[in-house]
């Protein structure tokens, strides 16, 4: 894993933690609900809201602490000549605070979920006066059959639908492939009927099964996408992200 020092680049956004601190905090803003007491995140997680997660951890533990260097995603993901500029910047360049946040291990994703909930229900305690009232939140991946459930409810239809609105490989009238640069931003490109953002296309999305990613991405073409698919992945890519649902208590 390659790490480099989130203080090497003056352009990177200091963030606060005020999103989850906020007055009149709401945890289920970015969530729309897809069963009783259970909310998946509209949009895929940004790179924008892991800095948040990797920079708690640094004020919280330390710059050399353990906690700290297991955020890092693996950038070795963007290797080769053709990512060279974005290796170096996906991750820590606002232009791309909004993209998925890629080269995460199933084990980091985990964390982040654990991490969100604990500062969801400590932002409700600081902004709550009576804390008996309050609900208790929990976060995880989704499970394989609640990914599923929802995409085909939320009806994608593949057959009139083109590369551009999933961003993932283009066929040209020739046949050949016409491929993405790189991913597109979380709240871009085919929107659901319910508001949710590249379900398809865009990254492959990792579900509590350990190993299974569901939707496809920007390196597969239309004709390798179905929502019944189970995409394999053994370690961190440039091509799998994921997206969190809450469940209230």
């Known amino acids: 894993m390659k790490i480099r020092s989130l203080g090497v680049l003056?352009?990177?956004m200091i963030l606060t933690f005020s999103s989850f601190n906020k007055k009149g905090y709401e945890p289920l803003e970015q969530s729309r609900i897809i069963s009783e007491n259970t909310y998946m995140d509209v949009t895929e997680?940004?790179?924008?809201?892991?800095?948040?997660?990797?920079?708690?951890?640094?004020?919280?533990?330390g710059k050399k602490s353990k906690e700290y260097v297991a955020t890092f995603p693996d950038e070795n993901v963007w290797e080769g000549k053709k990512f060279e500029a974005i290796q170096k910047y996906y991750l820590r360049h606002t232009?791309?605070?909004?993209?998925?946040?890629?080269?995460?291990?199933?084990?980091?994703a985990t964390a982040y979920?654990?991490?969100?909930?604990?500062?969801?229900?400590?932002g409700l305690r600081i902004n709550t006066k009576n804390n008996k009232t309050l609900?208790?939140?929990?976060?995880?991946?989704?499970?394989?059959?609640?990914?599923?459930?929802?995409?085909?409810?939320?009806?994608?239809?593949?057959?009139?639908?083109?590369?551009?609105?999933?961003s993932i490989i283009q066929i040209k009238p020739t046949g050949v492939?016409?491929?993405n640069d790189i991913t597109a931003p979380v709240n871009s490109l085919r929107q659901s009927a319910s508001g949710f953002f590249n379900l398809l296309g865009n990254v492959a999305e990792m579900v509590a099964e350990?190993?299974?990613?569901?939707g496809g991405s920007w390196q597969h073409r239309i004709d390798e996408i179905a929502?019944?698919?189970?995409?394999?992945?053994?370690?961190?890519?440039?091509?799998?992200?994921?997206?969190?649902?809450?469940?209230?208590?």
């Open 10 to 12: 003056a352009i990177l």
């Open 45 to 61: 997680v940004s790179n924008v809201q892991w800095r948040e997660y990797m920079s708690w951890c640094e004020k919280e533990y």
């Open 95 to 108: 232009a791309y605070d909004n993209y998925p946040v890629v080269g995460i291990s199933y084990k980091q």
């Open 113 to 122: 979920c654990r991490w969100r909930a604990n500062r969801i229900n400590e």
């Open 135 to 166: 609900p208790t939140y929990s976060c995880r991946l989704p499970s394989k059959e609640e990914w599923t459930e929802l995409a085909t409810r939320e009806s994608f239809d593949l057959s009139i639908s083109t590369a551009k609105d999933f």
């Open 177 to 179: 492939e016409e491929k």
């Open 210 to 214: 350990k190993g299974i990613a569901k």
């Open 227 to 249: 929502i019944e698919k189970n995409f394999e992945y053994t370690k961190p890519t440039n091509w799998i992200g994921f997206r969190c649902v809450l469940e209230k208590k």
